[in-house]
């Protein structure tokens, strides 16, 4: 085991470069990692050999005996594929890995700032019971404020070793992309510095976040219909129409080889008519289909999530839903177009 924890370890720091580190790090502590996983890299190296493997010996060294018979050039050839493979497979791995910890954040990020009213609400109640800023701050920690009292309680130990509170919240602040939890924290800071009451400041702080929340419901609430229109698009009209094309192009097709086989015999009567026979195949048509509307039920999940939330981040969780519901509806969509039009050449 402990070869073999070197061994992935080792491989996870030869692709991780030492100037590298630092931010990997700060990145990770984002979404909750304190650690860079070596091993895990480590792991997904080895682990990614195998389909490089299968795609190697089942398509790609066939490939190779063709283009060339000398050994030399073979073994050349076939070094420069498995490095392109694998590195494209690695590259796969490591944009799956940041989606991943990027939603991971987002969702983080979020969940700060559900909880901020409450948890500054209880720090202004300390301030007014006459604790200081600082014990305040630490007091307020409760176990329902989640991840931002673990933020919080980070920040209070580097207060105790040392920091300063204003360069420790700054710190914490500037860590999320979360410009509510940088401009609330920021104001009171300022306040601090300004010599005035904290817990006023806090309470309109704790006010102008309420009232932001409350236009944010209304400008959802207000953008409803588009939602909804979208939806319906995605979800009815999109599959609607790939399945009515599928039919047209099905008759089209049966009614040009009903027209070319009656230019056929008018032609052995004298009468040369002909007409060329429709060159997209069904089939197909049906594999675009649906890969077109994966594609347009991605991005309506975007729209959506601009519309709702303001971020195209939160939209992910659309896109299986907008896919499994338009997938569905042109199934059924082509069952009953077929058994329609099942007997028009009939």
Do not use: C
Not at 27 to 53: D, H, N, Q, R, T
Not at 68 to 82: C, E, N, Y
């Amino acid at each position: 085991m402990g070869f073999a924890n070197e061994l992935f370890e080792g491989v996870g720091k030869a692709f991780i470069f030492q100037r590298l580190r630092p931010k990997l790090k700060s990145y990770l502590s984002k979404a909750g990692i304190a650690e860079v996983p070596y091993f895990l890299i480590g792991s997904f190296f080895w682990i990614s050999i195998i389909p490089v493997a299968y795609l190697f010996i089942y398509y790609i060294w066939e490939k190779i005996l063709e283009k060339s018979s000398s050994p030399i050039i073979q073994f050349f050839l076939a070094v420069i594929a498995w490095s392109i493979v694998h590195l494209g497979i690695l590259a796969a791995i490591a944009i799956a890995a940041y989606v991943y910890l990027d939603l991971k954040i987002f969702n983080r990020t979020k969940k700060m700032e559900e909880v901020l009213p409450d948890f500054l609400r209880l720090v202004s109640e300390n301030l007014k019971g006459g604790m200081p800023f600082e014990r305040s701050l630490w007091s307020a920690i409760k176990p329902e404020f989640g991840i931002l009292g673990q933020e919080v309680r980070l920040a209070a130990k580097k207060v105790m070793t040392g920091t300063d509170v204003d360069e420790a919240i700054i710190e914490f602040t500037s860590k999320y992309d979360s410009p509510m939890l940088r401009r609330s924290f920021d104001l009171i800071l300022e306040g601090m510095k300004g010599g005035g009451k904290i817990a006023d400041v806090i309470d309109r702080v704790i006010d102008t976040i309420e009232e932001t929340r409350e236009l944010k419901a209304e400008m959802s609430a207000t953008n409803l219909s588009y939602m909804i229109f979208v939806v319906v698009i995605v979800v009815v009209v999109a599959p609607g129409l790939f399945t009515l094309s599928f039919q047209f192009l099905t008759i089209l097709q049966g009614l040009g080889e009903r027209i070319s086989s009656s230019g056929a015999q008018q032609a052995g009567a004298g009468m040369p008519i002909n007409f060329g026979s429709v060159s997209v195949e069904p089939e197909k048509f049906k594999e675009f289909s649906r890969y077109a509307l994966m594609v347009i039920s991605v991005f309506a999940s975007m729209i959506i999530s601009l519309i709702s939330k303001g971020s195209i981040k939160g939209g992910v969780k659309f896109i299986p839903l907008m896919f499994l519901g338009s997938q569905f509806v042109y199934a059924v969509a082509m069952k009953i177009g077929t058994s329609v039009f099942a007997g028009f050449f009939a």
